[in-house]
């Protein structure tokens, strides 16, 4: 639905249940009292998923000096749909799950479509599944973009063909942006982490300005197994495009870390309800029985997983691909590279196991007050210099980092000093809502009270920490003796990879739920 301010009643009914089917949607300016209305009643909202999105004004995109460049729709799909990756780019070096490739997409063939496409009034286009291949017509290709030396590549019908209609922009260069968004995707393979597409504040803007006036970001995006990367336009070649009303296209302008912080204050929306995505694992098929890999990005919002109680696998090609892409990129970027980069960057080495190069990334942002930086610094300090690492941890915590409460916590349980772990877990449940939090505490409190374990754990396991569901379920067998609960709990536990859920289902026994939380 359009957004105006009667809408401030459809609101209100929202909040209180009346709205009960369907896909709502409102817009309407920052500055109307509808918003400021629906403001007031989200935070009322149960059972209710709300998503925020961004447009921003023409004159907004006029002014950013880079903008990403997106599409209004997409047309057909690629040909052979099947086994068009084969033989359009060079697969050397992609990932069989995600397709990521660690040097970049390199096309070695034009695409190929299943005849002209229907265009209708546009001239912009681009297919299904391809967000990073741009096709315009010939007209527009020779008045607006030859002009800027951009060059084109023919496109081929599906039995090779040259279409009349289009023709593909060469976009060859690849810069790196500021990318500040943590939620996403990492691939369970190839360690690639790939930020959410969903922007609601200005895009990234890049960190060293292309030489022409098309470019991709190095960061790659997409989900599951579509991957891509984002391209940004300049400003020059944004007006042309405008100025002679081509179709099929609108840009989303980059801004500043100062221009995102102008921006959040702006909306006045609440923290809360503007987290980011989750970020997720995208994984090959395991057959049954088989242990998914310790997640150091499993994570709600701006922090990442509680660095002191997992550990990533290192030392695969895929990663060290990874590490070795990261520090060409903190060698280009040199001071240049912003908090989030780093932090970006300081995960890919990390994963490989540089973890000399993943503590200078790391150590960079957390001079610069990244919270996450400050977490994952106190993380690979604590055994060389636990001092610095509680410093670290305090200091995140005072910088808002939702996980390191419950990081520290953990330090200093395994330092013998067990009763400022159970405050600092109690804090982390009372201001953060963590999960990792209620099952330290669960298991510190096992023996002593256990109404209060399973509180805990069963609000761990209603948002899915697989854990807290398979000591669910050695509850339900040891002290409820109700071995179908158990069972149900094992499994839902185990679908989340849990190693000692599915050891209980594989060999019928369970371990010790004073295990480390």
Not at 63 to 77: C, L, S, V
Not at 125 to 143: G, K
Not at 159 to 171: A, F, M
Not at 330 to 350: D, I, K, N, R, W
Request: overall charge negative; glycine content about 8%.
């Amino acid at each position: 639905m359009s957004g105006s301010d009667p809408c401030g009643a459809q609101f209100e009914g929202l909040a209180k249940g009346g709205l009960k089917y369907g896909l709502w949607v409102w817009e309407c300016d920052q500055g109307a009292a509808t918003w400021q209305a629906f403001l007031v009643q989200a935070g009322a909202v149960e059972d209710r998923s709300i998503s925020f999105g961004v447009k921003f004004t023409p004159a907004d995109v006029r002014r950013a000096d880079w903008a990403f460049w997106q599409t209004t729709g997409f047309t057909g799909y690629p040909q052979p749909q099947g086994t068009y990756k084969q033989s359009t780019y060079d697969r050397a070096g992609a990932c069989d799950v995600c397709d990521d490739y660690a040097d970049g997409k390199r096309q070695i063939a034009p695409f190929r479509m299943r005849g002209e496409p229907p265009l209708g009034r546009r001239s912009i286009m681009q297919l299904h599944w391809v967000p990073d291949a741009w096709f315009v017509t010939r007209q527009a290709y020779e008045v607006v973009f030859a002009p800027f030396g951009i060059a084109a590549r023919p496109a081929l019908t599906k039995g090779g063909r040259e279409l009349k209609s289009v023709v593909q922009l060469v976009i060859e260069e690849f810069v790196p942006v500021d990318e500040y968004r943590i939620g996403g995707q990492i691939c369970d393979q190839c360690e690639t982490f790939r930020p959410s597409v969903r922007l609601t504040n200005y895009a990234p803007a890049p960190l060293l300005d292309p030489t022409g006036p098309l470019a991709f970001t190095t960061t790659t995006y997409g989900s599951g197994a579509q991957n891509f990367h984002e391209t940004l336009v300049r400003r020059d070649l944004r007006e042309a495009i405008t100025a002679a009303g081509l179709r099929g296209t609108r840009f989303h302008p980059c801004g500043s870390a100062e221009a995102r912080r102008d921006f959040q204050e702006k909306t006045h929306v609440p923290a809360e309800l503007m987290k980011a995505d989750n970020i997720v694992r995208i994984t090959p098929w395991r057959p049954p029985g088989s242990a998914a890999r310790p997640n150091l990005y499993e994570t709600d919002g701006d922090s990442f997983a509680h660095s002191t109680s997992v550990r990533t696998t290192a030392g695969t090609d895929a990663s060290d691909a990874q590490a070795q892409r990261a520090r060409r990129l903190l060698a280009q970027t040199g001071g240049l590279a912003t908090p989030a980069a780093l932090v970006h960057m300081g995960t890919s080495f990390y994963a490989a196991d540089a973890l000399d190069d993943a503590l200078t990334a790391f150590g960079r942002a957390a001079q610069a007050g990244h919270p996450v930086a400050m977490s994952m610094t106190a993380h690979l300090l604590k055994d060389d210099d636990p001092v610095a690492a509680e410093q670290w941890w305090r200091r995140a915590i005072e910088a808002g980092s939702p996980s390191a409460r419950c990081d520290l916590g953990l330090f200093l349980h395994e330092a013998g000093r067990v009763e400022e772990a159970q405050t600092l877990w109690e804090a982390a449940v009372a201001h953060d809502n963590d999960e990792q939090a209620m099952v330290a505490l669960a298991i510190l409190n096992w023996d002593t009270d256990l109404p209060a374990v399973r509180r805990w754990l069963t609000t761990a396991s209603e948002r899915n920490h697989a854990h807290s569901s398979y000591l669910l379920g050695v509850i339900a067998r040891d002290v409820d003796g109700d071995p179908l609960t158990a069972q149900r709990q094992f499994k839902k536990a185990a679908e989340g990879g849990d190693a000692d859920a599915i050891e209980a289902l594989t060999k019928g026994s369970g371990g010790s739920p004073h295990a480390q939380p």
